[in-house]
């Protein structure tokens, strides 16, 4: 089991992955990060958890946007893309979570 540290508007997090994802969600959490810092640019500084709502609501809608674009990705990818997306925010949260009660 892989172990990494993200970092999300300004914060780091380590997460848990599986062997040779560890990249991938590098990746992916890079995204998120932009996300959180367009956030942070056009509305000011908020609560961790709102900034990572307001990030998986935009990557979400994104998400939506390339489907309805292109019907032909059909709703079981994009249905497992949203499982995947919402798992790794889970696990985000609960890392939050464990942070918070451990201070």
Do not use: W
């Amino acid at each position: 089991m892989g172990q990494i540290n993200v970092s999300i508007g300004g914060r780091s997090y380590p997460l848990a992955c599986r062997d040779g994802e560890e990249d991938r969600l590098n990746r992916l959490a890079a995204h998120v990060d932009a996300k959180a810092a367009d956030l942070q640019g056009a509305l000011g500084q908020m609560s961790e958890p709102r900034l990572l709502l307001m990030s998986a609501i935009l990557i979400a809608d994104e998400l939506f946007e390339t489907r309805e674009r292109d019907p032909s990705l059909g709703d079981t990818i994009a249905t497992n893309a949203l499982e995947k997306a919402a798992a790794r925010v889970e696990a985000v949260v609960a890392a939050l979570e464990k942070r918070r009660a451990s201070a």
